[in-house]
């Protein structure tokens, strides 16, 4: 089952259903008015929405192609982003000289959730000096989420699957973890792809809590890189139920899996500019590779074995905050 | 004015308008349903609600005694904590052996914010053995701040003035501080204070943007501290224009000082147990002061010259998770 929201009707936007091919779509409002509601009630609503997507399947809806589309949540109670691929944290540490981590826990940050920008939105960023980066990731949303919960429960509370860009800024991130208080200015708002996805609809590329297929990202027109989501250290229920250890989790709670990373970066690419540079400061002794410039663009997708992109397409550009409406130029 | 929230009509409580004197209060249903709905519209609201308040002050309204009180924002969509207090990092440090914190700019990490847990609300907590603590805090409320907001502006954005219990778990925080990612497990929920307040209902006591009162912390029933809160390095307005460098914040969104502490904290004491222990360690070369146990309780309050307490108490409890219902034991 595949959902998505509609930016319209207040901050949460509109929940509607999309079919299995991503073609159609039929309004959900008969069973929830938004996603978060939809979660909050999920035992419930499932079935419904599940029922609604088999008029879909019937041939029912109207076509997706041309329809703007918000973040499936354009905003959540949570957002807590892991790091779970090795081969990042090891390429970073290695090019950047900072001191290995000393943990056999999940790295786990809190991030900004009350504003996710949907999948052709601009990403009004303050200045080109701050070192804009695209890091692409899988996530997974979940219902109310007990506190203590074990990982074998937490297999359970994954409800749906998705695609994210966590924005980062290069220049400010290594300032603010110095610091062990973790990142504020460095992580500004994140991008969600279109489609939420429930587990089932990523077939046997969803197995071990993971997804097994290849991110693709584009950075103006150009691959860059298609590494698996397979290689997770960690599995999404063993994230969920670290998160949880001292905290309930409330439905449309949303964990991340960091920067999407394989040990064969060099065939694969990678999902975030620092790499590449951390990779030609090891090759040349220096990053070759600038960050992204304002009016520059970057698409992400994952497609299914048959070829159909499953969380549909992540395809933006960063722009200035201070020309884009309502924000004022930085200072202090 | 006071402002504060009955847990009853949903997740946001139930705004009501409470007396100068803390006496009696008013529902403010007329004006907002909720402390979030009347942020978001601050511009139209505060001025109603101050009409609503001189009948208040008329003497209308029902006895606020024995009335049990959620947290002014029972969830809220963002809450940044600093550490403003000079004193209490430079003490941890140099008691635990940290490596000094290198930086110049305000510290400030993202905590959970979908649960506030109100003034006597029990504060289930999953074990002893993570170090139990209580940290006093001053706190502000804002509307929505636009990105890249300046420090003269900032202070505008400060609508309410509140107190925080910023529970933390002390085993479990060094561990995290260490990956430079922040704290998740060593951060649970807070609790708040029962009434938000304008800055003008501390008089004199709000100045440079900082709340210049004693912070009385009790622990069992015992003065642990009394430290006060102009001691704050950077001032809200600037704890402001450094959340809002990358970020819009929404309105409802909580920024914290940080534990309050002065460079005199041998004299008026520490606003939690970490602090005293890091004394111990320095004047006995190891900590004699336990972590707080299930059953024990802190109280924090702070008192206008006149003895008034502005913000009312926090007087609770923590329990074991395992005991408090719909909570499962811990476990993987």
Same mark, same amino acid.
């Given at each position: 089952?595949?959902?998505?929201?509609?930016?319209?009707?207040?901050?949460?936007?509109? #929940?509607?259903?999309?079919?299995?091919?991503?073609?159609?779509?039929?309004?959900?409002?008969?069973?929830?008015?938004?996603?978060?509601?939809?979660?909050?009630?999920?035992?419930?609503?499932?079935?419904?929405?599940?029922?609604?997507?088999?008029?879909?399947?019937?041939?029912?809806?109207? @076509?997706?192609?041309?329809?703007?589309?918000?973040?499936?949540?354009?905003?959540?109670?949570?957002?807590?982003?892991?790091?779970?691929?090795?081969?990042?944290?090891?390429?970073?540490?290695?090019?950047?000289?900072?001191? @290995?981590?000393?943990?056999? #826990?999940?790295?786990?940050?809190?991030?900004?959730?009350?504003?996710?920008?949907?999948?052709?939105?601009?990403?009004? #960023?303050?200045?080109?000096?701050?070192?804009?980066?695209?890091?692409?990731?899988?996530?997974?949303?979940?219902?109310?989420?007990?506190?203590?919960?074990?990982?074998?429960?937490?297999?359970?509370?994954?409800? #749906?699957?998705?695609?994210?860009?966590?924005?980062?800024?290069?220049?400010?991130?290594?300032?603010?973890?110095?610091?062990?208080?973790?990142?504020?200015?460095?992580? @500004?708002?994140?991008?969600?792809?279109?489609?939420?996805?429930? @587990?089932?609809?990523?077939?046997?590329?969803?197995?071990?809590?993971?997804?097994?297929?290849?991110?693709?990202?584009?950075?103006?027109?150009?691959?860059?890189?298609?590494?698996?989501?397979?290689?997770?250290?960690?599995?999404?229920?063993?994230?969920?139920?670290?998160?949880?250890?001292?905290?309930?989790?409330?439905?449309?709670?949303?964990?991340?899996?960091?920067?999407?990373?394989?040990?064969?970066?060099?065939?694969?690419?990678?999902?975030?500019?620092?790499?590449?540079?951390?990779?030609?400061?090891?090759?040349?002794?220096?990053?070759?590779?600038?960050?992204?410039?304002?009016?520059?663009?970057?698409?992400?997708?994952?497609?299914?074995?048959?070829?159909?992109?499953?969380?549909?397409?992540?395809?933006?550009?960063?722009?200035?905050?201070?020309?884009?409406?309502?924000?004022?130029?930085?200072?202090?």
């Amino acid at each position: 089952m595949k959902l998505a929201t509609l930016p319209e009707g207040g901050p949460d936007g509109r #929940l509607i259903l999309v079919s299995a091919d991503g073609e159609r779509w039929l309004p959900a409002n008969g069973v929830a008015a938004t996603l978060q509601a939809a979660l909050e009630a999920w035992s419930r609503s499932e079935a419904a929405l599940r029922r609604l997507g088999e008029r879909l399947e019937a041939g029912r809806g109207e @076509p997706l192609e041309g329809v703007v589309l918000a973040s499936p949540l354009p905003r959540a109670w949570q957002w807590l982003d892991g790091s779970a691929f090795a081969s990042h944290g090891a390429l970073m540490q290695t090019a950047f000289k900072l001191p @290995p981590i000393e943990t056999t #826990l999940p790295l786990m940050y809190q991030g900004m959730s009350h504003q996710f920008l949907g999948p052709s939105d601009d990403v009004p #960023l303050p200045s080109e000096a701050d070192g804009i980066d695209f890091e692409g990731e899988f996530g997974v949303i979940t219902d109310a989420v007990p506190m203590g919960v074990s990982v074998r429960e937490a297999r359970d509370h994954i409800k #749906l699957v998705v695609l994210i860009n966590d924005w980062s800024l290069r220049v400010l991130a290594p300032v603010e973890m110095k610091t062990g208080f973790g990142w504020v200015q460095a992580k @500004p708002a994140c991008s969600m792809g279109p489609l939420a996805v429930t @587990p089932d609809a990523l077939g046997a590329a969803w197995r071990d809590c993971r997804v097994h297929l290849d991110l693709l990202v584009d950075w103006n027109g150009k691959r860059f890189g298609a590494a698996n989501g397979g290689a997770m250290a960690f599995g999404f229920d063993e994230l969920i139920a670290h998160a949880a250890r001292t905290r309930t989790l409330p439905a449309g709670t949303i964990i991340g899996s960091g920067t999407v990373s394989n040990n064969n970066f060099r065939e694969v690419g990678s999902s975030c500019i620092a790499e590449r540079r951390g990779l030609e400061i090891l090759d040349f002794g220096e990053a070759k590779t600038a960050f992204m410039r304002f009016g520059e663009r970057v698409r992400m997708e994952a497609r299914l074995p048959g070829g159909q992109s499953v969380f549909g397409a992540i395809d933006q550009a960063v722009v200035s905050a201070h020309s884009h409406s309502g924000i004022h130029p930085p200072g202090r």
